[in-house]
Each structure stands twice: as structure tokens, then as C-alpha cells.
């Protein structure tokens, strides 16, 4: 059975950074797509962030230039390294595994999810 659990959220100020981790069991991390997705409240769930298994990884524009996606193969844990962080990153943060090579960008695609990690952006 594959569990995902999200941790690391909270409150940071505007242009600070915060490390998100998901912790996995039930899969092998390094043979499955791993994507981070956020749900700001009264918008649709977007993506941010995906690595293959192949370690390539690829990002929303939003973020781009400021996370980092990246996995611990042997902590079977995955993080979002958020820095710079901005008030319209203010969202619910979600890890998602994917047991297909090829990344995606879209939700649809993804076979399991965490509960998700309140990251609220202040001024």
C-alpha cells in the first residue's frame, strides 16, 4: 500500500525559504514520478514541480528559478526547496507519485497523494 506523507509547512515571511518533505512507503522512489502540486484557497489545485525517475525535473514558470524538487532515494522521502518564497505561494502543498517513467504536469495523471502542508506566505 503506498502512503505519501506530507511535512514542513508553515509560516514564512515573503522572500524567506522553507524545505517541504514527503515521506514515502509502499513504492521505490527512484522508479516512480514524484510531483508537488498547491491548492491556494478558492482556486484549482495547480501543478508546481515534478522529477522523473530518471531524475529530470521540470517546473510551473511561477516557481521556476526559485523551488527545487529533489528526492532521497534511500530515505524513500521527497522535498520541495522553496526559496524566495512570494504571498501568492500561500497554498496547501501536495505530493503525488506517478508509477510511470514520463512526467506530468497534470493531476489526472497521478495515482496517489498526501494529505497536504499548509504553506502561508506573509508580508
Known amino acids: 500500500q503506498v502512503e505519501l506523507v506530507e511535512s514542513g509547512g508553515g509560516l514564512v515571511q515573503a522572500g524567506g525559504s522553507l524545505r517541504l518533505s514527503c515521506a514515502t512507503s509502499?513504492?521505490?522512489?527512484?522508479?516512480?514520478?514524484m510531483g508537488w502540486f498547491r491548492q491556494a484557497p478558492g482556486k484549482e489545485r495547480e501543478f508546481v514541480a515534478f522529477?522523473?525517475?530518471?531524475?529530470?525535473?521540470y517546473y510551473s514558470n511561477s516557481v521556476k528559478g526559485r523551488f527545487t524538487i529533489s528526492r532521497d532515494s534511500a530515505k524513500n522521502t521527497q522535498y520541495l526547496q522553496m526559496n524566495r518564497v512570494k504571498l501568492e505561494d500561500t497554498a496547501v502543498y501536495f505530493c503525488?507519485?506517478?508509477?510511470?517513467?514520463?512526467?506530468?504536469?497534470?493531476?489526472?495523471?497521478?495515482?496517489?497523494w498526501g494529505q497536504g502542508t499548509q504553506v502561508t506566505v506573509s508580508s
Open positions: 503525488a507519485s506517478r508509477s510511470v517513467w514520463h512526467g506530468s504536469t497534470w493531476q489526472g495523471d497521478y495515482d496517489y
Open positions: 522529477i522523473r525517475s530518471d531524475g529530470l525535473t
Open positions: 509502499g513504492l521505490t522512489l527512484s522508479t516512480y514520478t
